[in-house]
């Protein structure tokens, strides 16, 4: 469809699938401590993606600041950061793609970062499994997702979580859960927060019910993305009596935080490291 031409030549042009200037993609960098200066090298990279950058905000300042409170030494490439094209791979756009993802290693091979970490499960399906299976690609870096690292941090003390009186349950994102069978992580850190009611949804792991946004759909048929979001909101989260709902993909949590305002339930849609970010400030 001409939808993902245009999609393509945008992440060319402006490094972002919806042609956002990178000037706001920067913007989130504005609301930590120094104000979005990051030092030239370091050993950890966070690659923040599209779509948290400019449409869940919140997402990556949580990180930043889970990461600064855990004395880790990172950096981000901020305006120079890009797409990593899993929307090219879904279009079928796979020389493209290769286009992308060569540009990608360039960049990433340009800071001597050993380990890259996403909040992203588009990001990281895409690096760990697109980039290497289908292209073969390997980027210069390890890749973790964000819940493997906060989890890394939390085991080693580095991060303690206080107490959180919230029942909240997990929406397993289909690129980090059935893609990249990453499921354990972001439990693991719910169950590490005290006093926090974590309820597991019948629909969960393998079994997950999709969101609706992923691989597209949701800009080419945006009517049936909500409605997979309403369906996951009304039969698997209401029932639950919870108050929050959790997820690990910034496109996730957009789907499932609109199909939540246009029925209003009075539950809060979150990414699964501000909740982390709530306990340990």
């Given amino acids: 469809?001409?939808?993902?031409?245009?999609?393509?030549?945008?992440?060319?042009?402006?490094?972002?699938?919806?042609?956002?200037?990178?000037?706001?993609?920067?913007?989130?960098?504005?609301?930590?401590?120094?104000?979005?200066?990051?030092?030239?090298?370091?050993?950890?990279?966070?690659?923040?993606?599209?779509?948290?950058?400019?449409?869940?905000?919140?997402?990556?300042?949580?990180?930043?600041?889970?990461?600064?409170?855990?004395?880790?030494?990172?950096?981000?490439?901020?305006?120079?950061?890009?797409?990593?094209?899993?929307?090219?791979?879904?279009?079928?756009?796979?020389?493209?793609?290769?286009?992308?993802?060569?540009?990608?290693?360039?960049?990433?091979?340009?800071?001597?970062?050993?380990?890259?970490?996403?909040?992203?499960?588009?990001?990281?399906?895409?690096?760990t499994k697109m980039y290497p299976e289908i292209l073969h690609i390997e980027l210069p870096c390890k890749i973790m997702h964000a819940t493997q690292y906060v989890e890394h941090l939390i085991k080693e003390k580095s991060l303690i979580p206080h107490s959180l009186n919230l029942k909240v349950t997990y929406h397993d994102p289909c690129s980090l859960g059935r893609h990249s069978n990453v499921y354990n992580a972001p439990r693991n850190i719910l169950k590490a927060v005290p006093k926090l009611d974590f309820a597991e949804m019948p629909l969960s792991r393998n079994r997950s019910r999709c969101c609706g946004a992923g691989g597209g759909l949701w800009s080419f048929n945006n009517n049936l993305a909500m409605s997979c979001a309403t369906e996951r909101l009304i039969n698997d989260v209401a029932p639950l009596s919870v108050s929050a709902l959790a997820t690990a993909c910034p496109t996730c949590h957009i789907n499932l935080r609109n199909a939540a305002a246009r029925k209003p339930s009075g539950i809060k849609i979150y990414d699964i490291v501000e909740i982390v970010e709530a306990a340990i400030a």
Avoid: H
């Fill in 1 to 127: 469809p001409e939808l993902f031409l245009a999609t393509a030549k945008a992440i060319s042009e402006t490094g972002d699938p919806s042609g956002t200037p990178v000037s706001k993609r920067t913007a989130w960098t504005q609301q930590l401590p120094l104000k979005g200066i990051f030092p030239q090298k370091a050993p950890v990279l966070y690659w923040a993606g599209c779509v948290a950058s400019t449409r869940t905000p919140n997402t990556p300042k949580a990180l930043s600041n889970l990461l600064n409170r855990a004395q880790v030494d990172f950096t981000y490439l901020g305006e120079k950061e890009g797409c990593c094209g899993y929307v090219m791979f879904a279009a079928g756009l796979w020389s493209e793609a290769r286009q992308n993802a060569q540009r990608v290693a360039e960049r990433l091979g340009q800071t001597k970062a050993e380990t890259l970490i996403t909040t992203c499960a588009g990001c990281y399906y895409t690096f």
